[in-house]
């Protein structure tokens, strides 16, 4: 049986059925692209996943790896077989939307997006803070609350893949979908995301944000996971839903803009759910009938505590109480449209 070595990876077994490439012009595994089948095993699916990526990137994708599988084999239905191939399809991006690792990432309660919220904020906006304002909006952040958010934090939030050339390496050369590992992982995880909110037929999505706009500023906003994955896989996820005739998940989207930017913030975000690569129309079509709304929250004039939190609810007809008085009397609340 041959064996193969990627860098600081001990030589592990490889399917005898198939020869893994290893130069970097080849594919890093020999596969039908109309079918795709990925490896048997655990130790050469991290092997070819990590294949091109630096030493702390592959620590950190390797340890993604084998914790997913882990909570994966946990699930009902589980297989080894079928837990192997979820991953090696999350990781080249053929992921699919009824694997059974989307599971991982269904939230206990309505879900809510968020970015730029860490340690060591000057405004004390780390992820307590943006948990403690989830549970006063009866809702739970996808990342720590969900399993996969779970292990994605455990790893270091794969912080040591930002600058590596091999995150966006493609293991597959001449499929347009393979972006690179780590690309696709956040892709796939985004999608997995935002799916378990339709499959709940979530009402309203809410979105915490803490970053500027500047794209010349070190982690600006069009860094962040919502911008690059998730909000265009919310934008997919109505369009697609619709395309099928299924109109239950049509979400009100309300953002919470730490910078006191929310009219560009709307604009910005308008424009790109606008310019959504599938069937755009049916976005539209939602935003007119329920337009973004926006709290600026600047740092001075707002923080996340209970007063802002009542107001995100009202709008929102959170409890039975606001959505009687909605009923009656339609709430002030921000609704912006974007330019």
Known sequence: ??????????????????????????????????????????????????????????SEVQGLIEDLFEECMKLERASKERCLQDFFEWFTGAYVSDSLS??????????????????????????????????????????????LGRMVQ??????????????????????????????????????????????KNQPSVV??????????????LYDSVFWKFELPTLAH??????LKYEFDFRPQLLLVDMRGTCQKMVN?????????KWEPGEVLQLLEEKPIICFDCPEGQCDLDLALASKVRSCLGKD??????????????PYLYGA
């Open 1 to 58: 049986m041959a064996c193969l070595a990627f860098g600081a990876i001990p030589a592990v077994a490889i399917r005898a059925a198939r020869e893994v490439s290893i130069s970097d012009e080849e594919d890093c595994w020999n596969t039908d692209l109309a079918a795709p089948v990925g490896p048997d095993n655990l130790d050469t699916l991290i092997a070819i996943m990590t294949k091109n990526l630096r030493r702390q990137c592959r």
């Open 102 to 147: 989307a599971e991982l990432a269904l939230a206990p309660e309505e879900a809510m997006l968020w970015a730029g919220f860490h340690d060591g904020d000057p405004r004390g906006l780390n992820h307590t803070a943006l948990e403690a304002f989830a549970d006063m909006v009866d809702a739970s952040i996808v990342h720590p609350s969900t399993i």
């Open 154 to 199: 455990k790893n270091n939030d794969l912080v040591g893949c930002r600058g590596d050339p091999g995150a966006s390496t493609p293991c597959f050369k001449a499929w347009w979908i393979d972006k690179g590992p780590v690309v696709n992982f956040w892709t796939s995880a985004s999608r997995a995301f935002v799916e378990g909110m339709a499959a």
């Open 207 to 220: 979105a915490v944000l803490n970053k500027g706009l500047d794209p010349a500023e070190k982690w600006s």
């Open 237 to 242: 996820e109505v369009a697609g839903r619709a």
């Open 268 to 276: 910005l975000v308008t424009f790109e759910l606008r310019t959504a």
């Open 320 to 333: 039975w109480l606001s959505s009687v008085r909605n009923w009656f009397r339609r709430p002030k609340c």
